[in-house]
């Protein structure tokens, strides 16, 4: 009998509650085992069957959780996912991974060396549209890409008083969705050659960053990146922007689930993930000898696959496929990307 691996879920705010427990419990191979909530009993209407408790330490000292889930806000990233792992869980931490390198490069180590999984939630690789372009790149629709632009504007003029907005190291924009697109630039383009970042504070009242101009450069003869996010856009233009030796390819909107998760679904619904034509991307491209315009029906996202392959990496049955070392990197060029915007130059990203 295959095993199941039992997850423990610490937080119940929005992150947990929204993108953690129903995609656990939509994986095969794993369960939501325990959620520790400090106060209210969401968690234990929604989840029944799960154990609740009131302090991490129950989380950690309990012998048959395999995996503990870090939902906490980013800045205490580093802190809960230290703690699980000297308590000898695998670990799921939610992006981004920490607030700086030396901190995930600690991580790492301590994972390494006590042989246990760590990643960190991507999920947006599993986005319809990011698997969709991934297709496209790979069955080289588009030939060699010369440039690209993930932009991700959203309209919220109100800056709030939550984590996200204050002023403390691992707040803001750039940390919260810019780490997204860095990871997608990573697993597509790979390690860029350098970076220019303008990152801007534009709200009312804002105190973290909300608004960022990255272009990532890969040298002669690659790809022209750029990444760009405003939250104070009434109108959002595409969001996926490439252009290739063969083609071009331009997507409006953004993969549904979150929106199905947020509106309470379970991620095991007919249909789950699938877009709507309206926003099924365009291609316009010379292909095998010829001439293709129109639509490309977008790939159903389905962020339950990253559970189900942390969960089979567990176990030994398949290799982990968001590795610490690679969201480590997005990280690190976030780091790398504030000190161009503080510098008001481009840096260059040394191997290391």
């Known amino acids: 009998m295959n095993r199941i691996i039992r997850a423990g879920l610490i937080g119940f705010g929005f992150a947990g509650r929204t993108f953690h427990a129903p995609v656990i419990t939509a994986a095969e191979g794993i369960e939501l085992a325990a959620v520790v909530q400090r106060s209210g009993d969401e968690a234990a209407v929604r989840y029944p069957k799960s ?87 790979e069955e080289g629709a588009l030939g060699d890409i010369v440039e690209a632009e993930f932009c991700w504007d959203r309209y919220r003029p109100n800056a709030g008083s939550g984590w996200r907005n204050v002023d403390e190291p691992g707040a803001g924009t750039f940390y919260d969705l810019g780490v997204h697109f860095l990871d997608q630039a990573l697993c597509l383009f790979g390690r860029p050659e350098t970076i220019r970042a303008d990152l801007r504070t534009t709200r009312v009242g804002a105190k973290a960053v909300d ?3 990255v272009a990532l450069g890969y040298g002669s003869g690659g790809p022209a990146v750029r990444l760009k996010s405003s939250l104070l856009v009434q109108k959002p233009g595409p969001r996926y922007i490439l252009h290739g030796t063969r083609g071009s390819f331009v997507k409006f ?21 699938q877009e709507s034509p309206e926003f099924w991307g365009d291609l316009h491209a010379d292909w095998g000898g010829l001439r293709v315009t129109g639509k490309v029906e977008t790939l159903p996202g389905r962020y339950a696959a990253y559970y189900e392959n942390v969960a089979a990496a567990i176990v030994g049955t398949r ?25 008001k130059r481009t840096i260059r990203i040394e191997e290391e």
């Open 51 to 137: 154990r609740i408790y009131r302090d991490v330490g129950e989380l950690y000292a309990d012998p048959t959780i395999d995996l503990v889930v870090v939902t906490t806000p980013s800045t205490e990233h580093y802190r809960f996912a230290k703690e699980a792992l000297l308590a000898g869980k695998h670990v799921v931490v939610e992006k981004p991974f920490t607030v700086t390198s030396a901190e995930a490069d600690e991580l790492i180590a301590l994972a390494k060396g006590a042989g246990l999984i760590l990643s960190v939630y991507h999920n947006r690789r599993w986005d319809g549209d990011f698997l969709t372009i991934a297709k496209l790149l």
């Open 211 to 213: 608004a960022f101009d």
């Open 253 to 273: 909107g953004e993969d549904p689930q979150e929106q199905a998760l947020k509106a309470g679904g379970t991620g095991l619904e007919p249909g789950w993930g």
């Open 319 to 343: 290799a982990l496929q968001v590795l610490p070392e690679h969201a480590r990197m997005a990280v690190r060029l976030i780091e790398l990307g504030m000190q161009s915007d503080r510098e």
